[in-house]
């Protein structure tokens, strides 16, 4: 949904080129504002695999042993679902998953996801490092990347954990499925706490369907 389409009609006729980051948010835009159909550009997010490799090796992460390690980054804002990333982290430590969960970012909703994190007794399972201007040793280090988000047009960091050969739990959005096919390169889960927490688990204990998603991340070609 377009949450700001009141002022986008009174001020989208301004524009000379409006540019989506793919296709399907382009029919959208189409399908809202049909009058700048001509108009419409779409241009994808780009990620230099080379130059990424490089900067996730600039220092080094902690990573137990005997824990999986799952990575979050994004800006702390409602729309990001770190607060189900938190809740599902609740589930998985009700299951006796063992799991070390880095949060790379900051935002308005850190205190909120703090005192959830407090509330539920997590502090030893989620680290939340604020925002790093390099995050990508922390996706580089960890087992399976997890995108929480309640929407997502096409975000960069899935990109960027594919580009890094991690598999993915992403939730349903319109970006999520753009970038994740469902059992090949990781997992689509529903929008809820206990979806993210069931296919992260799922991952974590299924052991060929990992390795599977694994050896696609590997071989994949993104040139």
Known sequence: TDELHSVHERIINKFTKVVAIHSEQAALIKQWYPQISNRIAVVENYCDKALLEEQSKAYK??????????????????????????????HLEERNISF??????????????????Q?????????ITGMQK??????????????????EAMPLTLIEAKRLNKPMVTTDTVG??????NGVDGLVCSISSDG??????????????LNKINTNLKNADYS
């Not at 390099?134 to 988000?149: E, F, G, K, L």
């Open 176 to 181: 999520g499925r753009k970038l994740v096919q």
């Open 119 to 127: 509330s539920y007794g997590l502090q030893a399972d989620i680290v």
């Open 100 to 117: 070390l969960w880095y949060f790379v970012g900051d935002g308005p909703e850190r205190d909120n996801i703090e005192n959830l994190i």
């Open 196 to 209: 993210i927490a069931s296919a992260v688990e799922n991952l974590i204990v299924n052991k060929e369907l």
């Open 61 to 90: 992460v902690e990573k137990p042993q005997n824990k999986f390690v799952l990575c979050s980054c994004g800006r702390f804002s409602p729309v990001k679902g770190f607060n189900l990333a938190v809740e599902a982290a609740k």
């Open 134 to 151: 390099n995050p990508y040793p922390y996706i580089n280090a960890c087992d399976i990347y997890v995108q929480p988000s309640y929407e």
